[in-house]
């Protein structure tokens, strides 16, 4: 699976943006999909998870309730949408696929997309 990620750019606090993952490969529906996020000097961690069925859903607690996780395996992409954006949002958020249920690791996911840069300014 490859993973694109994309819809990263700069927004005042207060703003939305919404990212996306395209992925390649008839597989994609299979698989489990998350966003992480890593700022500078920070390890990377949890944003959100969604089944392969889109069944199930999982959000750090930092975002809950701003940032909404979905898919359509139709388009074979995943979604972010981000609302309500503050300045701690600011980092590189990758998107991951994996196959052993929505995890809040890095280490659970076997597929990764590049990354894109979202930036906050307060």
């Known amino acids: 699976v490859q993973l694109q990620a994309s819809g990263g750019g700069l927004v005042q606090a207060g703003g939305s943006l919404r990212l996306s993952c395209a992925a390649s490969?008839?597989?994609?529906?299979?698989?489990?999909m998350g966003w992480f996020r890593q700022a500078p000097g920070k390890e990377r961690e949890f944003v959100a998870g969604?089944?392969?069925?889109?069944?199930?859903?999982d959000y750090a607690d930092s975002v809950k309730g701003r940032f909404t996780i979905s898919r359509d395996n139709a388009k074979v992409t995943v979604y972010l949408q981000m609302n309500s954006l503050k300045p701690e949002d600011t980092a590189v958020y990758y998107c991951?696929?994996?196959?052993?249920?929505?995890?809040?690791?890095?280490?659970?996911?076997?597929?990764w997309g590049q990354g894109t840069l979202v930036t906050v300014s307060s």
């Open positions: 969604i089944s392969w069925s889109g069944g199930t859903t």
């Open positions: 991951a696929s994996g196959s052993d249920g929505v995890r809040t690791t890095p280490e659970r996911y076997d597929y």
């Open positions: 490969g008839r597989t994609f529906r299979n698989y489990d």
